[in-house]
Every structure is written in C-alpha cells, then in structure tokens.
Antibody, heavy 123, light 107 residues
Framework: EVQLVQSGAEVKKPGESLKISCQGS????????IGWVRQMPGKGLEWMGI?????????YSPSFQGQVTISADKSISGSAYLQWSSLKASDTAIYYC???????????????WGQGTLVTVSS | DIQMTQSPSSLSASVGDRVTITCRAS??????LAWYQQKPGKVPKLLIY???TLQSGVPFRFSGSGSGTDFTLTISSLQPEDVATYYC?????????FGGGTKVEIK
C-alpha cells in the first residue's frame, strides 16, 4: 500500500528556519516525482514544486522559486523535504506532499497525498 | 504560466440535484486535467484524471468532460457526503496549477 507520512506540526517564530519531511513507502520511492502543495488558512491549493528523488531534479512554481527549497534523498525508503531559511508569518499554512502518478513523468496528476503538516509562524 | 479559472466559486444545491462546475485554462492543455475533492478538514482526494477518467473507487455520479481549454465536473445526483470544495488542476507541464476551487453545499 502506497503511503506518504509527513512530519508533525511545527510552531516557529519569524526568521527561524524549518525543514519538514515526507516519507514514502509501499513503492519504489526513487522512481516517482514528489510534489508539495500549500494551503493557507481558508484558502485553496497552491502547487509549489516537485522533485525527483532518483536524480534530485527539481521544478518550482515561479511563485515559490527562491522562497523555499525542495529536496529528497535517494534511499529506496527515503524522504522528500521542504525547507525555509527564514520563515515569515505569511508562511503559516498546511503543507501537503503528494506523489505524481506516472513513474518518472512530470506531466501527471497527484494520486497519493500525505496527511499534511501544519506550519504556524507567529511571534 | 497557464492560469486555471473555476466557476462558480461556491454553489448551494438540493440533494438529488445535478451539479456542474466549470474550469477554464488560459491556454490549451489537451486533456491533462484532474479534479480533486477536499472535504472540510481532510486531505484532497483525486476524483478524475485525463479530464474524464474516474479514479478507482469514486462513485459513478461523478463525471468529467472537456478538452483544450474548457472542462466540466458533473455530479449527477448530489448527495450529502458530496459537501466539499472541488479543485481542477492542469498537469501537462510544471507548474501544475490548481483552479481556485468551488465550494459545494447542500441547500
């Protein structure tokens, strides 16, 4: 069974750094792209970017380029990561990881989702 | 980048009603269009991909159509458990932009 398990909720202060994770299991982790999706409080879904654990190729939405770093490790039961170097209050949101459905292809939809990680940034 | 525009942003309908949500892409995307359902407080769930292919396990009252720039999601007979926000997403290339969402409520 495919599962994506995300790290727990975080409460941070503005200016702090943060790295959240998404561990995949039940499939060959290195052969499917993993993406991150933001959902701000009461708002819609925003596609942030995707990464391919097999070779670390990463694509960002222009809206998030330079604001976050997406990465993954290559181990078979590995994890994808989303990190910030300096958080802002406006980063408060739920962040979902999700798997792209077609092995090796960027042009595919999200078929499996993590449970979400709530990040709260407040002074 | 291609923009995805959904309408309406919200709707209220009675149980048993036929409900239609539209999604328009700012450029042609062939049939690279998915629909997701997000119930309150829950994780988004894939309903339809390739514009009209029902994901396994999704009730047959859900259907999708369209190609190019104009797409629709139809619920043939609205049920109480369909209360949710529905999102379209284009996925032909990165970024895989989502539409703004349509909130469906029961009248």
């Amino acid at each position: 069974e495919v599962q994506l398990v995300q790290s727990g909720a975080e409460v941070k202060k503005p200016g702090e750094s943060l790295k959240i994770s998404c561990q995949g299991s039940g499939y060959t982790f290195t052969t499917y792209w993993i993406g991150w999706v933001r959902q701000m409080p009461g708002k819609g879904l925003e596609w942030m970017g995707i990464t391919y654990p097999g070779d670390s190729d990463t694509r960002y939405s222009p809206s998030f380029q330079g604001q976050v770093t997406i990465s993954a490790d290559k181990s078979i039961s590995g994890s994808a990561y989303l990190q910030w170097s300096s958080l802002k209050a406006s980063d408060t949101a739920i962040y979902y990881c999700a798997r792209l459905s077609i092995m090796g292809a960027t042009g595919s939809y999200f078929d499996y989702w993590g449970q979400g990680t709530l990040v709260t940034v407040s002074s | 980048d291609i923009q995805m525009t959904q309408s309406p942003s919200s709707l209220s309908a009675s149980v048993g009603d036929r409900v239609t949500i539209t999604c328009r892409a700012s450029q042609a995307i062939s049939n690279y269009l998915a629909w997701y359902q997000q119930k309150p407080g829950k994780v988004p769930k894939l309903l339809i991909y390739a514009a009209s292919t029902l994901q396994s396990g999704v009730p047959f009252r859900f259907s999708g159509s369209g190609s190019g720039t104009d797409f629709t999601l139809t619920i043939s007979s609205l049920q109480p458990e369909d209360v949710a926000t529905y999102y379209c997403q284009k996925y032909n290339s990165a970024p895989g932009t989502f539409g703004g969402g349509t909130k469906v409520e029961i009248k």
